[in-house]
């Protein structure tokens, strides 16, 4: 496949895509790009190209998370199957001589990095393009969402009701799956993926996308947002902090470019030619 001349290894998983009609076979492709001391960058997910669906109609209960739209991804893009690790950022940030962002206490390693700013974030992508000659980025939210629902027109990516432990944990509910309880983030993988492979796109922590904060404009194809407030950019995603409505996959929030969060974190989007 001449999209994938650069990959290093590709496994294999046999899923199904719920759409409109009968559901067609996907099988989702995994690859890592090689960084320049020859070990391997952040495992990513092939998105295929498609279309799918954004937003929200307004209901009394979740608010407006709108407008319900169509979308249009209209090339195949690739995406880190989980959050990027502080492992991963900590081999950034010192080969950059950065600051090590705060862990608070909970652990390093294959946690999901925290107490990161959207400009750390940008930064980091910017260091990995650096190191793979590909271009990393930070998401837009509708590439975002799109490979969030993998193909599915519903609130989750399983379906349009919430269920305890699917993939996220609410405490005032219960019955956790064991680990999970704790008001902390945990390592990625403790779920089960959604269709195109993808860790926690409804918990674990919230992530940065580039759009920019604007209450009227939202995109129909998968660029970003680039006018408004762009002080303020857009995080996607529920956190371990969230109750149960806050997790669906069109919720939003805005959150200034500098602020780091112990509920905030970021995956990142590979470029494909």
């Not at 559901?23 to 990513?44: C, K």
């Not at 998370?65 to 169509?70: E, H, K, Q, T, V």
């Not at 080969?95 to 705060?102: E, H, I, Q, S, Y």
């Not at 990161?116 to 998401?139: F, G, I």
Request: hydrophobic content about 30%.
């Amino acid at each position: 496949m001449s999209l994938l001349k650069n990959i290093v290894a590709i496994s294999t998983l046999s899923l199904f895509i719920v759409s409109c009609g009968k559901p067609p076979a996907y099988t989702a492709e995994f690859f890592t790009d090689t960084l320049n001391d020859s070990s391997d960058g952040p495992q990513l997910s092939v998105i295929p190209a498609g279309e799918g669906i954004a937003g929200e109609e307004y209901t009394t209960s979740t608010g407006y998370l709108g407008p319900l739209r169509s979308i249009k991804n209209s090339k195949a893009f690739a995406i880190t199957r989980a959050e990027i690790t502080f492992a991963q950022y900590d081999k950034f940030a010192n080969a950059t001589n950065r600051a090590l962002p705060d862990d608070r206490g909970w652990g390093r390693g294959d946690m999901p990095v925290i107490n990161v700013s959207w400009m750390d974030a940008t930064a980091y992508a910017k260091w990995l393009t650096e190191q793979t000659n590909q271009h990393y980025r930070l998401p837009s939210e509708t590439e975002w969402e799109y490979a969030a629902r993998a193909g599915t027109k519903a609130v989750y990516w399983w379906g349009d009701n919430y269920i305890q432990s699917k993939e996220h944990c609410d405490r005032d509910i219960g019955n956790c799956k064991p680990g999970t309880e704790a008001a902390q983030p945990w390592i990625s993988g403790r779920y089960n993926t959604n269709p195109y492979g993808l860790y926690d796109v409804s918990s674990n922590v919230a992530e940065w996308v580039l759009d920019c904060h604007n209450e009227k404009t939202r995109s129909n194809d998968t660029n970003p947002v680039k006018t408004g407030d762009c002080e303020n950019r857009i995080v996607k995603g529920g956190s371990y902090t969230d109750r149960a409505q806050n997790t669906r996959l069109s919720a939003r929030d805005a959150v200034s470019i500098d602020a780091k969060y112990p509920s905030i974190g970021f995956r990142l989007v590979r470029e494909m030619h």
